[in-house]
């Protein structure tokens, strides 16, 4: 806009640059006067200063006594940029305010990329000023001198809450700049990273549309732009591989001509995907993949426990037959089991683990057991660790879920009360984040009150289900102790060694050829009772001395490690004491000592709920 720029940014913008007023937005360690401390930053004389000098620096009286004196405030400088262009670089709301109301034109174009106002506080990322100008009557629509409308510019310098507050007032999500290319297709090919991209996608923007000059679509930009996050996140979301453009090149011929491998291999990987649904075989199969998932991984614990049995007394042998067996394993997974499934893998381990635990005690313990009392217990484990599973599965762990229309809305409402960032705002899911909530990423949505994404549940563990997780873990643990009992009575009983009279290595070795499969599901009950009771006592600690989620207390420690004023894990409001604590997440009253408070934390915004109940409490 201005007539020269700095050196170290002259690629980045071309902004007017005065002494101590720097309008690049974040190219380097100048400070723009807008954002320096106190209405009046020290200058020579503010007295004597020129008008356009007194609007950098935000020096109300200074300009209203010009304007008084007879300044016109459309009367462009030298440089043809006009007071309001230089109010709003600098985010001067008053001074905006009043130039308006003596008459300046709210979509005065200026300067050398032929700016409005509201193009510059958009390059600045001034939120409150551009919802200034847009109340004020500033057209988002209008083209800058290099091609740009408000809502390109905002995704260029990937101001994200400027996105969102222009789409919430009704910016269409397809304008197109002066070279006919959408937002969309601007982010794939300029904004490297995934970001920009996937919070555009979350506003259902057209995948296939293409641009006027040489009709590349955006997958088409982000392919010739080695923009792998943006490449990803659109082929996710169905972006189109036959569409070709002015040249005749299809996506995938631009991805064979690039030189990024990690590009042809995404794309390769989304035909076979996309070709696999066109065969009525594999829709089937796709239907059933989880089901599928979880018979393969039954049948290979199976397989790795019957090679281990086997009657040969080659253990070189068995390796080989081992490692032949996780080969065909892998080979089948990637074949038959999608991408977004392949999560549930360790869950299907862990499904197929208790079930050959379980046919392990049936079949092989429960002759040496001899006790009833014994036998309904484990019987009671199992079903407990079954049906807690189900639901900690099932249940809805706190998911935030709002209408399109009340996202704008909280969108207006948030950045009409300064509140429009990542603190307070998901630009993923496009809501008002309460407290305590998380965006998790494998589930692709914000959870209430997040504790983690469970590894073996595959599932979120939150508000809603937190207290089954616990019990799952009581009973997971539980069911592998007694298995591990199981396994020392079958020992005892029938494998003729003795641990003090053969020794550690002797007593090994002789209980491994006693029965290969025993040994084998006792070193998976072992593995599974460590790490159960380990997080069980780690989940138990967290919630009834720190009234905190391990996702909370990981921030507050990692917060602490470069912080210098760390924060104790005791001194939280959420910390009101071991047994309100306890009778809060559990939600009972502890035999009546205490009362268990009610929060609703898919709609928690503020800690004065929490504050007052907390000095109720202490009183």
């Known amino acids: 806009m201005g007539g020269f720029a700095c050196q170290q940014c002259k690629n980045h913008c071309r902004g007017p640059h005065r002494p101590h007023v720097h309008s690049c937005p974040g190219a380097h360690g100048?400070?723009?006067?807008?954002?320096?401390?106190?209405?009046?930053?020290?200058?020579?004389?503010?007295?004597?200063?020129?008008?356009?000098?007194?609007?950098?620096?935000?020096?109300?009286?200074?300009?209203?006594?010009?304007?008084?004196?007879?300044?016109?405030?459309?009367?462009?400088?030298?440089?043809?940029?006009?007071?309001?262009h230089w109010a709003a670089i600098n985010n001067r709301q008053e001074l905006v305010k009043y130039y308006i109301s003596k008459g300046a034109v709210v979509d005065q174009l200026g300067g050398d990329l032929n700016s409005t106002p509201l193009h510059w506080a958009i390059r600045q990322g001034h939120l409150p000023m551009v919802m200034l100008l847009l109340k004020c009557g500033a057209d988002p629509s209008l083209i800058d001198g290099e091609g740009f409308s408000s809502i390109h510019l905002a995704v260029l310098f990937q101001?994200?809450?400027i996105v969102a507050y222009l789409l919430s007032k009704g910016q269409n999500i397809?304008?197109?700049?002066?070279?006919?290319?959408?937002?969309?297709?601007?982010?794939?090919?300029?904004?490297?990273?995934?970001?920009?991209?996937?919070?555009?996608?979350?506003?259902?923007?057209?995948?296939?549309?293409?641009?006027?000059?040489?009709?590349?679509?955006?997958?088409?930009?982000?392919?010739?732009?080695?923009?792998?996050?943006?490449?990803d996140l659109l082929l996710e979301a169905g972006a189109s591989l036959?569409?070709?453009?002015?040249?005749?090149?299809?996506?995938?011929?631009?991805?064979?001509?690039?030189?990024?491998?990690?590009i042809l291999y995404m794309v390769k990987e989304e035909e076979r995907i996309r070709s696999r649904r066109s065969s009525r075989l594999l829709k089937i199969v796709e239907k059933y993949e989880l089901f599928l998932l979880l018979a393969s991984s039954l049948?290979?614990?199976?397989?790795?426990?019957?090679?281990?049995?086997?009657?040969?007394?080659?253990?070189?042998?068995?390796?080989?037959?081992?490692?032949?067996?996780?080969?065909?394993?892998?080979?089948?997974?990637?074949?038959?089991?999608?991408?977004?499934?392949?999560?549930?893998?360790?869950t299907a381990f862990l499904l197929s683990s208790v079930f050959w635990m379980f046919v392990t005690w049936f079949f092989w313990f429960l002759p040496y057991v001899g006790s009833t009392i014994i036998e309904i217990t484990v019987m009671i484990c199992v079903m407990g660790l079954l049906y807690y599973f189900y639901k900690t599965w099932r249940t809805d762990p706190g998911y935030i879920r709002?209408?399109?229309e009340e996202r704008k809305e909280n969108i207006v409402a948030l950045a009409e009360a300064g509140c429009l960032d990542f603190r307070t705002f998901c630009t993923s899911c496009l809501v008002r984040k309460p407290l305590r909530s998380m965006h998790c990423l494998a589930c692709d949505s914000c959870v209430a009150r997040y504790?983690?994404?469970?590894?073996?549940?595959?599932?979120?563990?939150?508000?809603?289900?937190?207290?089954?997780?616990l019990l799952f873990l009581f009973f997971l643990s539980v069911t592998s102790g007694w298995l591990l009992y199981g396994t020392l009575l079958y020992w005892s009983n029938h494998c003729a060694t003795s641990y003090h009279q053969d020794g550690a290595w002797m007593y090994l070795t002789q209980i491994i050829y006693c029965s290969p499969w025993v040994f084998y599901i006792f070193s998976v009950a072992s593995f599974h009772a460590v790490w159960t009771s380990l997080w069980l006592t780690v989940q138990l600690y967290q919630i009834a001395f720190l009234g905190l989620t391990w996702h909370e207390r990981m921030n507050i420690l990692m917060q602490n490690k470069s912080s210098k004023h760390p924060v104790s894990l005791r001194r939280t409001p959420y910390n009101l004491g071991c047994f309100q604590n306890l009778a809060d997440f559990f939600q009972c009253s502890c035999f009546g000592m205490v009362k268990p408070n009610v929060v609703d934390w898919t709609k928690q915004y503020n800690l004065f709920h929490l504050a007052k109940e907390k000095n109720v409490h202490s009183v």
């Open 451 to 469: 504790d983690q994404h469970s590894l073996w549940i595959g599932r979120c563990v939150g508000l809603g289900n937190h207290r089954y997780y």
């Open 174 to 231: 397809d304008t197109t700049d002066l070279n006919g290319q959408t937002p969309l297709m601007l982010s794939a090919q300029k904004a490297i990273g995934p970001e920009p991209t996937r919070f555009l996608l979350k506003f259902n923007p057209c995948l296939n549309a293409v641009d006027s000059v040489q009709k590349n679509t955006a997958l088409h930009w982000a392919i010739a732009s080695g923009n792998t996050g943006a490449v």
């Open 159 to 161: 101001h994200m809450p």
């Open 242 to 262: 036959d569409i070709k453009n002015a040249k005749g090149e299809t996506p995938r011929d631009l991805a064979c001509q690039s030189q990024n491998g990690f």
């Open 402 to 404: 709002t209408s399109e």
């Open 30 to 84: 100048d400070k723009d006067v807008g954002v320096l401390p106190g209405p009046y930053p020290i200058v020579e004389d503010p007295g004597t200063c020129d008008i356009v000098k007194a609007t950098q620096y935000g020096i109300v009286e200074r300009c209203k006594e010009l304007v008084e004196a007879g300044f016109d405030v459309r009367q462009p400088d030298k440089e043809n940029v006009t007071l309001l």
């Open 299 to 346: 049948t290979f614990m199976w397989a790795i426990g019957y090679i281990m049995n086997s009657s040969s007394d080659s253990w070189l042998l068995k390796g080989g037959l081992l490692l032949i067996l996780l080969f065909v394993m892998t080979l089948f997974v990637r074949q038959f089991i999608g991408y977004k499934n392949l999560r549930y893998l360790p």
